[in-house]
């Protein structure tokens, strides 16, 4: 959002792209929405884009969107909802977040994948050829793998084994939401962004990493000596605990781990990030970056 609202006000006057960044939040009061309503050309609004109607959208004039949607079991209702919503209301291009390729598929494990799959065979449809879009397919996150490793260390002082999620040894590039972000804000604010209608672009983090490069990081930040427990996936487990996800979602994610992320199934030659985004708004951001700014927060 920091980085759209830098761009439109960078650029030229007679640009054709939106001045106005509609930015929803279920919160209004939390302390990112109330920075998020400084930003220059923001207004925040306490609204669920799952109840968003064609209606709200043409009353809004909203003539761009980036959808990053949640990946609950009912992702193809809301989802699929929404996107007749802006088929409805002609909005001129939607950029959506979709996830790592290798989920993709008509018969994964994975069900979010399959929900994905649906949601960008829909978009191909005679019925949607009207709505010009960009899938931006995401690697894995790197807030995802690593921030359970971090909080942990946070928590305890004590010397004990840490989860960490990833393989000691099966490389992956894990990719910051951050340089996906900035990737989705480029596109939605060129003048013409018809070179992109209709394209599905992966992004991958700029460098392989594996579970021992992880624990590596953290011991040159902390200054501790860490030792760690590899291919932990109990931060995962208390998700479904917690009733986040249902018992039945639980198949899936075991099955992301086992067979995709542990296996240096998404690494950099596996998952590399398209052309087009290398040459727009390449992803840099490190894990070492990232574990640095999370201690500093």
Not at 138 to 162: H, Y
Not at 227 to 256: G, H, L
Not at 265 to 274: D, F, K, W, Y
Request: with cysteine.
């Amino acid at each position: 959002m920091k980085f759209l609202s830098q761009l439109i006000s960078s650029l030229p006057s007679s640009s054709k792209v939106p001045r106005q960044i509609i930015a929803l939040t279920r919160n209004a009061t939390n302390t990112v929405s109330k920075q998020l309503a400084q930003l220059d050309h923001v207004k925040l609004q306490e609204k669920d884009w799952t109840s968003i109607k064609s209606e709200w959208l043409i009353e809004a004039k909203v003539a761009r969107v980036y959808l990053a949607p949640h990946n609950l079991p009912h992702q193809f209702v809301d989802e699929s909802k929404f996107l007749i919503a802006c088929k409805t209301a002609k909005v001129d291009y939607l950029v959506k977040l979709s996830t790592n390729i290798h989920f993709i598929r008509p018969d994964s494990h994975i069900y979010y994948g399959r929900s994905h799959w649906a949601i960008e065979n829909l978009l191909e449809q005679t019925e949607f050829r009207q709505l010009n879009w960009t899938v931006l397919r995401a690697n894995v996150f790197i807030s995802t793998l690593i921030s359970p490793s971090v909080d942990w260390l946070k928590k305890n002082k004590t010397n004990g084994p840490i989860p960490v999620l990833l393989d000691e040894k099966s490389p992956i590039a894990l990719v910051d939401p951050k340089d996906v972000g900035e990737a989705a804000a480029k596109l939605l604010a060129l003048d013409d962004p018809f070179p992109h209608y209709e394209k599905k672009y992966n992004l991958s983090g700029p460098e392989d990493v594996t579970g021992e490069d992880v624990v590596l990081i953290l011991e040159q930040i902390t200054h501790r000596k860490i030792e760690a427990n590899y291919r932990n996936i109990d931060a995962i487990r208390t998700f479904v605990e917690q009733d986040v996800y249902p018992e039945s979602a639980w198949d899936s994610m075991e099955y992301s781990f086992n067979e995709i992320s542990w296996k240096g199934v998404s690494r950099l030659a596996n998952t590399p990030t398209s052309p087009e985004i290398l040459q727009l708004s390449p992803p840099h951001s490190t894990v070492k970056e990232f574990v640095e700014q999370a201690f500093n927060h």
